[in-house]
């Protein structure tokens, strides 16, 4: 038999494991999502049962970390991590263990990071399995690190920034000793490598939880050590939370990141894009928005054609959700973006952009050459065509001999 869900292929994993005298549990952060009554998007296992072990009694399998006691099986068309109960010995480079020793459930509850994230369901006895207090913590909607928070954040620095996903995900308070070791710590996210950092802040940044996620960023101090030189205005930060919190729901990390970085310039914000590995997708996106974050300011000075401009980028719709969440912050009116939106409602679908009258061929069939002035001469006729001064080709093609038979004159 198939199994048609994540769970239950999970759940035919832990028992085959069981049938076989294994001790099998679900594992970490699928409890705590079963709990919260969420849909886990993963579900681990975390079995006495070792690798060489784990490859014997299922068919598909995949060694991922068999060194780790990390082994993928197969059910169907689902792929579920099993994870031999271990315990992590030294780390040296602040991130991973230099090697583990099979252990206890106990021991493996012990080296997870925060007791949310630490309990095992056994889904045959459907008991949970709470050797850390997660159970409690989680109906208090509390974040507390595992074991002394100070050395936990010590053996792996990304547990520094995956308790401010955590927290703000699921609307915890920071238990104080943790949060302290948090603050104590920030500064040691420098050695995370700039893809996970830029992971952690996706997440954070991008759910219903951004804002707390940013109010813990910046509270804790993490912001000035997201990347190489970071440094932020006080000012700005306190403006740039008020604004998140005015985003709708459903703005992505981009209007986020746009937000924060809305104070710098352009260059700058291409520069920070790249420092934090953000795809070229991202990095423009995000650089769009802070481009052009004054461009609909000033309604009277915007053209047709700057107006249509703007709205064929498919950024668009962030820049009208950032200055009207900028306005209900600074208590701005309202007037003149509903002035913009009223010139948008008017714009018929098809004109906003249409093919142009004047292509490249017609230029050179003139008998003008690719360069500079090509390329000025056909922005030029496009946007007069946006702003409706040239209604026809025929219109079109006049100004276009005028243009180019003066390019070739000069
Ligand atoms: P998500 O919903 O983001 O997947 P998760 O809790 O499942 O959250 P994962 O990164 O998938 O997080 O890790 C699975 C489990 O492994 C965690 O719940 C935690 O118990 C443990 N874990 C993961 N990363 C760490 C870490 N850096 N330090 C300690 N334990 C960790
Ligand atoms: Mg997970």
């Known amino acids: 038999?198939?199994?048609?869900?994540?769970?239950?292929?999970?759940?035919?994993?832990?028992?085959?494991?069981?049938?076989?005298?294994?001790?099998?549990?679900?594992?970490?952060?699928?409890?705590?999502?079963?709990?919260?009554?969420?849909?886990?998007?993963?579900?681990?296992?975390?079995?006495?049962?070792?690798?060489?072990?784990?490859?014997?009694?299922?068919?598909?399998?995949?060694?991922?970390?068999?060194?780790?006691?990390?082994?993928?099986?197969?059910?169907?068309?689902?792929?579920?991590?099993?994870?031999?109960?271990?315990?992590?010995?030294?780390?040296?480079?602040?991130?991973?263990?230099?090697?583990?020793?099979?252990?206890?459930?106990?021991?493996?509850?012990?080296?997870?990071?925060?007791?949310?994230n630490g309990m095992f369901f056994d889904p045959l006895a459907e008991r949970i399995i709470d050797?850390?207090?997660?159970?409690?913590?989680?109906?208090?909607?509390?974040?507390?690190?595992?074991?002394?928070?100070?050395?936990?954040?010590?053996?792996?620095?990304?547990?520094?920034?995956?308790?401010?996903?955590?927290?703000?995900?699921?609307?915890?308070?920071?238990d104080p000793p943790t949060w302290q070791a948090i603050c104590e710590m920030a500064p040691m996210i420098r050695g995370v490598s700039a893809e996970r950092i830029r992971e952690e802040l996706t997440k954070s940044l991008s759910g219903p939880g951004r804002l707390d996620a940013a109010r813990l960023l910046a509270g804790a101090g993490l912001l000035e050590h997201l990347w190489e030189g970071a440094t932020w205005?006080?000012?700005?930060?306190?403006?740039?939370?008020?604004?998140?919190?005015?985003?709708?729901?459903?703005?992505?990390?981009?209007?986020?990141?746009?937000?924060?970085?809305?104070?710098?310039?352009?260059e700058e914000v291409h520069r920070i894009c790249r420092m934090l590995t953000c795809s070229n997708r991202t990095r423009e996106h995000v650089a769009w928005l802070v481009r052009h974050k004054d461009d609909l300011a000033e309604p009277a000075g915007l053209t047709l054609a700057d107006l249509k401009l703007l709205m064929q980028s498919r950024h668009f719709g962030d820049l009208l959700v950032q200055v009207e969440a900028l306005c209900r912050t600074t208590g701005a009116p309202m007037t003149t973006l509903d002035t913009i939106l009223t010139r948008v409602a008017a714009i018929p679908p098809d004109e906003i952009r249409p093919t142009p009258f004047i292509s490249g061929d017609d230029l050179k069939a003139m008998g003008l050459r690719e360069g500079p002035a090509f390329s000025q001469i056909l922005d030029r006729?496009?946007?007069?065509?946006?702003?409706?001064?040239?209604?026809?080709?025929?219109?079109?093609?006049?100004?276009?001999e005028e243009l180019v038979a003066n390019e070739l004159r000069a």
């Open 233 to 266: 205005s006080a000012l700005h930060v306190e403006t740039a939370l008020a604004t998140i919190e005015h985003l709708p729901a459903e703005a992505g990390f981009e209007a986020v990141l746009a937000i924060l970085l809305l104070d710098r310039g352009v």
């Open 381 to 400: 006729l496009y946007y007069a065509q946006l702003n409706n001064e040239l209604r026809s080709r025929a219109a079109a093609m006049r100004l276009a």
């Open 131 to 174: 050797f850390v207090g997660g159970q409690e913590d989680l109906t208090a909607r509390r974040l507390r690190a595992i074991g002394e928070p100070r050395h936990r954040f010590t053996e792996d620095h990304l547990r520094v920034l995956r308790a401010v996903r955590f927290a703000s995900a699921y609307g915890c308070t920071i």
């Open 1 to 116: 038999m198939k199994p048609k869900s994540l769970h239950d292929a999970a759940l035919a994993v832990v028992r085959r494991l069981h049938e076989h005298g294994h001790t099998a549990y679900f594992a970490g952060g699928c409890v705590r999502d079963m709990l919260l009554g969420r849909e886990p998007k993963d579900f681990d296992v975390a079995t006495d049962a070792q690798p060489p072990r784990i490859l014997e009694l299922f068919r598909l399998t995949r060694r991922v970390g068999a060194q780790f006691g990390v082994v993928l099986v197969r059910q169907g068309r689902f792929w579920i991590e099993v994870a031999t109960f271990r315990t992590d010995l030294s780390y040296s480079d602040g991130r991973h263990p230099d090697a583990v020793r099979f252990a206890t459930p106990e021991e493996d509850a012990q080296r997870r990071d925060f007791t949310i």
